[in-house]
């Protein structure tokens, strides 16, 4: 088809493989995927942001800038409820100024009431869509989503015990791949069935009471491992279980502000945005189950985050839990993470043998 | 012949090592400037140790290294520990202090505190980001005041006044500094108001919201600095503990290590004579164009680190 729109997107973890899928299949375009990210995507993101933004808007702005060199045309950006509202508007602009020509759709304008505003942008995409196509694909596309962090959760579980080194990653390749491929409901059930007892049988050498640790906080940074310079694949090196719950299936499409609202009562009245609120949450549910530790990780300057950080004192106090505060910018030394990692892995273990 | 050991600790400004015997008495020191040269200073440090040991009495058989350096030294020493700063200083202070319960630590670019119960660490924390408020600093403004930072701690005692400075940052308090420079106030009072700033700075930070609980050992470079031990014990209304070797606990901690440590190995002081060199390559296979950097020793590469995936390792060839 003649002006097939590319569109792109930027990383995130793994996600790209379901919003290739949306693309792909709602919208009839191409998707661009953006190169993975290197030091020369931060370098492009910094060089044209204001200085002092968070760093989530720089790499955003790296992936577009390295998209559109790949000849995409078309740019989407997410809203969010903190400074992540404005990512867009600000992204398309600095592009813009830059010299580059493309369509945006900013979903921080859509209205979530009036979710026809919703699918009018992407009609701007694919001008045939319908309704019930659309649907049908967003449901499909939260299904695989909540597949990728199904399997990842396992994964981070376990990695840190494989017998082979490499097991395990070389196995996720080879699932996303197959995931790249499906087309419909019952080919991804599939893909997931076959794959996740797959991952189950890898031979892992787990200690009967492993050390557990459990990471936190600011939602980019947490979930795109080279803005956190892979600290999960890092401490599992070391043996233990890693756990990461706040990922996008329970932080958009399975979050119940209720449930966490009587959670965390008498830590945290109101909302403090963002992924804040969620992060105070999920320190309480791991410190009741007597995790060994817990690492609290944002990228400098997130508000939302340094509110949560005062409750989380509170929670390691009434735990005795210990919690490491990470802050990340656009350093890209690995010394400094190194040094503290080391000693947070000696300390819970020393704790360990201690009880 | 009796066994000794070996602690290297080497910060951003300054090396420290010492050799211990089994008991943990320090039988050698030394303390030197690490110059922006690790090696360097390495290899000054071992020759000052060699000339104050009984190498006729004692055989070296561990060493441990740590401080920011500790992966280079320990590669070069062939070091039997390479362990974290953060580790090696809670193990050393607690030889020396069983009871300690709150270790305050700051160095020439970092600071750390470390909160001990039952003599194991239950919390750390380190500066992120930013070098406010430790040694580098200190020394620094020392400079721009006309004085060696030696004499800071002595000046600082002599004020009644301490004049407020702006804690939260390096700039700011350099700005503020200058500021109440110019309209007069005394400088034994802006050096006490630093040693003061330097303290709040690190309780601010470092110590935001950890509980201080006495006995307080302090150390590092900055603990020689009877101005800030003054501001400390000022604002914990608590005695400070500063050990003669509070300088050395690093060192002192990773030879414990090395001690405990089941392999054995006999060290070799004489590596002056020994050509060690690096060598930065970029690995050009990816878009991170990780730098690389290879340790030769005597022309032939003995390590090789800074390379984010399997494509970029150097693998090294075994010598015969």
């Known amino acids: ?100 020509d493309f369509i945006f759709i900013n979903l921080a304008k859509v ?11 992407f009609k701007k995409v694919n001008p045939r869509l319908s309704i019930s196509k659309l649907t049908n694909y967003m449901a499909l596309m939260i299904r695989m989503v909540k597949i990728i962090d199904k399997v990842e959760g396992f994964i981070r579980e376990n990695v840190g015990f494989e017998v082979v080194s490499g097991s395990f990653d070389k196995l996720q390749k080879e699932f ?96 403090i945005g963002a992924t804040g609120t969620d992060t105070v949450s999920e320190a309480l549910r791991l410190a009741k189950d007597g995790y060994d530790g817990l690492i609290h990780v944002k990228s400098f300057g997130c508000m939302p985050e340094a509110d949560a950080m005062s409750v989380l004192q509170n ?34 273990e020393m704790r360990k043998e201690k009880r | 012949m009796k066994k000794a050991y070996l602690g290297v600790d080497v910060g951003s400004i300054s090396t420290k090592g010492v050799i211990i015997d089994k008991n943990n008495k320090i039988l050698a020191e030394a303390y030197l400037w690490t110059e922006g040269n690790p090696i360097g200073a390495v290899k000054r440090l071992i020759s000052e140790l060699a000339n104050q040991f009984e190498q006729k009495k004692y055989k070296v058989v561990g060493v441990g290294t740590t401080g920011s350096a500790r992966k280079l030294t320990g590669t070069i020493l062939g070091a039997n520990v390479v362990k974290n700063e953060i580790t090696a200083h809670a193990i ?50 020392a400079r721009r005041l006309g004085l060696e930072v030696e004499e800071f701690g002595p000046l600082a005692l002599q004020s009644n006044n301490p004049t407020n400075i702006a804690a939260r940052c390096t700039v700011f308090a350099e700005s503020d500094l200058v500021h109440k420079m110019q309209i007069g106030h005394r400088r034994e009072d802006i050096v006490a108001g630093l040693c003061k700033a330097v303290v709040t700075n690190y309780l601010n930070n470092v110590g935001k919201g950890k509980k201080i609980k006495s006995p307080i050992v302090f150390q590092g470079g900055v603990s020689k600095n009877i101005g800030v031990i003054k501001a400390f014990s000022d604002v914990t209304k608590e005695e400070i503990i500063v050990d003669p ?60 680190w800074g390379n984010r995936c399997e494509n970029g390792a150097i693998k090294i060839k075994e010598q015969s």
């Open chain 1, 1 to 100: 088809m003649k002006n097939k729109k590319k569109v792109s997107f930027p990383h995130l973890g793994n996600y790209w493989v379901a919003i290739e899928f949306l693309v792909k299949n709602a919208l009839d375009a191409d998707y661009i995927i953006p190169p993975p990210i290197t030091k020369k995507t931060l370098e492009l993101g910094s060089m044209h942001s204001p200085e002092f933004v968070c760093s989530p808007f720089k790499y955003n702005l790296g992936n577009y800038i390295e998209a559109l060199e790949e000849g995409a045309n078309t740019l989407m950006q997410t809203g969010g409820l903190c400074r992540l509202g404005y990512y867009g508007e600000l992204h398309e602009q600095i592009l813009k100024d830059l010299g580059y």
């Open chain 2, 92 to 141: 050393g202070t607690t030889s020396l202090y069983p009871e300690v319960r709150t270790i305050f630590e700051i160095g020439g670019q970092d600071s750390k505190i470390i909160i001990i119960e039952d003599g194991i660490v239950v919390d750390y924390a380190m500066n992120t980001l930013c070098a406010a408020g430790t040694g580098a600093f200190l020394t620094s403004q």
């Open chain 2, 245 to 304: 070797n509070s300088h050395l606990l690093g060192a002192l901690g990773v030879a414990i290590l090395a001690k405990n440590k089941k392999s054995e190995k006999d060290f070799d002081f004489d590596i002056n004579e020994i050509e060690f060199e690096t060598r930065g390559v970029e690995c050009k296979k990816c878009a991170n164009n990780c730098e690389i950097i290879c340790v030769f020793k005597d022309g032939y590469l003995i390590d090789s």
């Open chain 1, 315 to 348: 929670i390691s106090n009434d735990y005795k839990i210990p919690i490491l505060y990470l802050s990340f910018d656009t350093q890209t030394s690995e010394t400094g993470i190194k040094t503290r990692l080391e000693a947070f892995y000696d300390m819970i």
């Open chain 1, 176 to 271: 996303l791949e197959a995931l790249r491929k499906v087309k419909t409901k019952k080919e991804m059930n599939d893909v997931y069935q076959n794959y996740y007892k797959q991952f189950k049988i890898i031979k892992t050498k787990k200690p009967k009471k492993p050390l557990r640790v459990g990471i936190i906080g600011e939602y980019y940074t947490i979930m795109e491992p080279f803005s956190n310079h892979y600290i999960e694949k890092e401490l599992a090196k070391k043996g233990m279980v890693i756990t990461r719950t706040m990922n996008i299936s329970n932080s958009l499409f399975l979050r119940k502000d209720k449930d966490i609202k009587t959670r965390i009562k008498g830590y945290l009245q109101y909302d």
């Open chain 1, 111 to 121: 209205s979530y009431r009036k979710p026809y505003t919703f699918f009018s942008d």
